[in-house]
């Protein structure tokens, strides 16, 4: 199923069961997820087994969500064959389409009648490269410096010239517009070879950017004066004040990144976003409802908030230690029982206490994600206001609750 032609596609990452559900649930239009190997989260991602993709896939059908997979890494000759091999188990699960960097994959790609999405790590900067892609790809992925006058002109230029890709369509334009931001162009970063021996380009960066650095001249041993020591680090890339000129560009798709984030990152960012970009259509998008929307997103993991390139800077702006998250998750305990009459979840207390008035969070894999302020509990089957350590504690929720769900306190984060 394809999204409505005339609204930005919202397209969510799924690291995690927990992630898949709640990008679903919080109005995602696509989501990106990898297999076991051969992506750009094979290490700090967790991935989905080969075996999960029927169910990734029907999960997603079934809510009229499309599913890509990703396979955007650089692809040695012993890769090959896992390619061969995920490429095909895409084509039986029936996924919506694969996001590569490799023209091998691309290749066996379009010979297994897969829709192909070129990867931001292809470096996509002008017209004429997408115009050599547009034989083998429907939706490309621009590079990430670009401005948005860059972007807009690329656009203007498919309609102008009716670049179509392989399925008829003019070539629909993706772009990044939330999450990290690497130093690298287009995250094609040769860092963590070059110092660890563990290859960014192969999904396994160990992200030595976000460390703290002293620069020392080596002749005279001076230490140099620099205003953050953490001079490769970014913040994280935010579009939403702007959104409506990213609208204008005439972009078809928004990517918000963080497949190796928590579940509850991806509930706040694609709720958010899609509350955002539902607004630009009904003429809601109001300075009011941003600076309401930018506190939403700054209460998940993040490392502060800057507009990349898109506006014409030329430097980054970087990042200091941490999450600049305003507030924090505390593990409490997992689910115990669940009451779908009385809609009533149990869960058994295993670290912490739990009071009423408190903002809960709950993670799972069928779950998802569900947030809610305690307004009444019961502990140990009995009316009361406080649960700790080893208490059963019986909560309202119009959710079924599994055992494999987890429990947290939500808490102001004091360090943000």
């Known amino acids: 199923m394809r999204k409505q032609a005339d609204k930005i596609e919202l397209m969510a990452p799924a690291g995690s069961w927990e992630a898949l559900q709640t990008a679903i649930d919080n109005g ?20 989905f087994e080969l075996n999960d993709l029927p169910e990734v896939v029907q999960r997603c059908e079934q809510n009229g969500v499309r599913s890509y997979l990703t396979l955007n890494t650089i692809v040695y000759d012993h890769d090959l064959l896992m390619a061969k091999k995920l490429i095909q188990a895409a084509k039986n699960a029936g996924v919506s389409a694969v996001i590569v960097a490799d023209q091998a994959v691309m290749f066996m790609a379009r010979e297994a009648g897969l829709e192909v999405h070129i990867s931001t790590q292809i470096n996509i900067t002008n017209v004429e490269t997408l115009k050599f892609y547009s034989t083998f790809a429907d939706t490309m992925v ?7 006058r860059q972007v807009k002109h690329i656009t203007e230029q498919i309609e102008k010239q009716q670049i179509k890709g392989p399925s008829g369509r003019l070539v629909e334009i993706e772009i990044f517009g939330h999450g990290a931001l690497c130093m690298a162009v287009s995250g094609k970063c040769h860092l963590s070879l070059h110092t660890y021996n563990s290859s960014a380009n192969r999904g396994a960066c160990k992200q030595n950017c976000r460390k703290p650095y002293i620069v020392i001249d080596k002749e005279s041993g001076i230490e140099l004066e620099v205003d953050n020591e953490y001079i490769m680090s970014p913040k994280d890339l935010m579009v939403l004040d702007f959104l409506d000129q990213v609208k204008d560009t005439g972009i078809k798709v928004l990517k918000i990144e963080g497949r190796g984030r928590a579940p509850e990152y991806v509930a706040t960012t694609v709720k958010t976003y899609r509350e955002a970009i539902d607004s630009l259509y009904n003429n809601t998008f109001t300075p009011e409802r941003i600076e309401k929307w930018i506190i939403q997103l700054a209460t998940v993991y993040n490392r502060g908030f800057w507009s990349g390139y898109y506006l014409g800077k030329k430097l980054g702006e970087w990042t200091t230690p941490g999450s600049h998250a305003t507030q924090k998750k505390i593990y409490l305990g997992k689910g115990w029982h669940y009451y779908p009459k009385a809609q009533v979840a149990e869960f058994k207390m295993e670290a912490f206490d739990l009071k009423q008035g408190d903002k809960i969070l709950i993670t799972g894999p069928t779950t998802g994600v569900v947030e809610k302020t305690i307004e009444q509990m019961y502990v140990n089957d009995q009316p009361g206001t406080l649960a700790r350590k080893g208490d ?17 306190k939500l808490v102001k984060n004091e360090e943000a």
């Open 28 to 47: 995602a239009d696509s989501v990106y997820f990898g297999v076991e190997q051969l992506n750009m989260r094979a290490v700090s991602g967790i991935n």
């Open 392 to 408: 059963i504690v019986s909560i309202k929720i119009n959710q079924k609750i599994r055992p494999a769900d987890k429990l947290y």
């Open 142 to 148: 621009l590079s990430r410096e670009l401005s948005l």
